[in-house]
């Protein structure tokens, strides 16, 4: 089936940094989707790409669908410490189910 | 305005019984999908269901795990005869149409344990 690989795995940064994270795939996605998850909860979608080359930005937030379909990265600027959590990369190709990457668990020491 | 309501936040069962995960759409969303996050891995797609049909079920083991979403109530999640290997975090999503391009809002999650 299709797999997405998300790297890094981890990140321990320092408040005020940029931080930058990516989703590679051997599959093209029509997609691409990059959600946010707290501990005990459920996933939150931050932002959404529907176009090759597409660069959207929500706040301090930067992500972009590759040329190719089968990549993107998700920047945050200026880090804080609630952007503390896990971003996972999702990508969608037909019909509605999404394939996520394994994860992103980023840490935020103040 | 409600999200998705997942029901119960937390389930203990032990080997050999069974599980029902309930979860209940956004209000308007008449698509419902089940993923399944092990620990520290990504969600994985089980099923897609719309009132009264199931969609897509080619995550979901062939045994033991059934789904529903019936003209009335909330889609329910069965496991029979739970095995260690079934704890997992289980998320239900909603969406108004097909597709993510629509919204994808997902609930916080039936975390089941069997002991």
């Known amino acids: 089936g299709q797999q997405l690989n998300q790297s890094p795995q981890s990140m321990f940064i320092q408040e005020g940094e940029d931080v930058s994270m990516n989703c590679t795939s051997s599959?093209?996605?029509?997609?691409w989707l990059w959600y946010k998850q707290d501990p005990g909860e459920g996933p939150v979608l931050l932002i959404a790409l529907y176009k090759a080359g597409e660069l959207t930005s929500n706040g301090r937030l930067t992500a972009q669908f590759g040329i190719t379909r089968k990549d993107s990265f998700l920047n945050i600027s200026a880090s804080i410490p609630s952007d503390v959590g896990i971003y996972f990369c999702a990508g969608q190709t037909s019909g509605s189910r999404l394939t996520f990457g394994e994860g992103t668990q980023l840490t935020v020491n103040p | 305005n409600a999200g998705v309501m997942q029901n119960p936040r937390h389930l203990v069962r032990r080997r050999g019984q069974e599980a029902r995960l309930r979860c209940s759409p956004m209000k308007g969303h008449s698509h419902v999908y089940w993923y399944r996050q092990l620990p520290e891995e990504g969600l994985k797609f089980m099923v897609y269901?719309?009132?009264?049909?199931?969609?897509?079920e080619s995550g979901m083991p062939k045994e033991r795990f059934s789904a529903e979403f019936p003209k009335e109530g909330p889609s329910i999640l069965r496991i029979q005869q739970v095995v260690r290997g079934d704890s997992a975090a289980y998320f239900c999503a909603s969406s108004p149409l097909t597709g993510a391009n629509y919204g994808y809002t997902f609930g916080s999650g039936t975390r089941l344990t069997v002991v």
């Open positions: 599959s093209i996605f029509n997609t």
């Open positions: 269901l719309q009132k009264e049909n199931i969609i897509d």
